[in-house]
Nanobody, 129 residues
């Protein structure tokens, strides 16, 4: 299974920004559809954003985010990023990245469904004044 290393979390005030990083451990990220998820204690993982693999990547973000988060990929760095702007206290969670399921459309699109239930250590984001 693919392994990821998430980083970039921290404490930020409401309205602030953070950029999270998802680095690949021993594989090439651009070959896979990758998603960001978040989890708060006692709840299931919630899908946030995803990006397709290959060239000309396409992205999708959950409607509930109201356009505040942007996912991107740097192939030279073998890293997927999540830029989070105008953060709100309800964004507080542990954030994870994962390999996600692709649709059967042509061209295929990423989804917010993880391929498996394996999660790394994640990175904690706390939004508080």
């Amino acid at each position: 299974q693919l392994q990821f290393v998430e980083s970039g979390g921290g404490l930020v005030q409401p309205g602030g920004s953070l950029r999270l990083s998802c680095a690949a451990s021993g594989f090439i990220l651009r070959r896979y559809d990758i998603g960001w998820f978040r989890q708060v204690p006692g709840k299931e993982h919630e899908g946030v954003s995803c990006i397709t693999g290959g060239g000309d990547p396409r992205t999708y973000s959950a409607n509930s985010l109201e356009g505040r988060f942007t996912i991107s990929r740097d192939d030279a760095e073998n890293t997927v990023y999540l830029q989070m702007n105008n953060l709100k206290p309800e964004d507080t969670a542990v954030y994870y990245c994962a390999h996600v399921v692709s649709t059967t459309d042509s061209p295929p699109m990423c989804t917010l469904r993880p391929v498996n239930d394996y999660w790394g250590q994640g990175t904690q984001v706390t939004v508080s004044s």
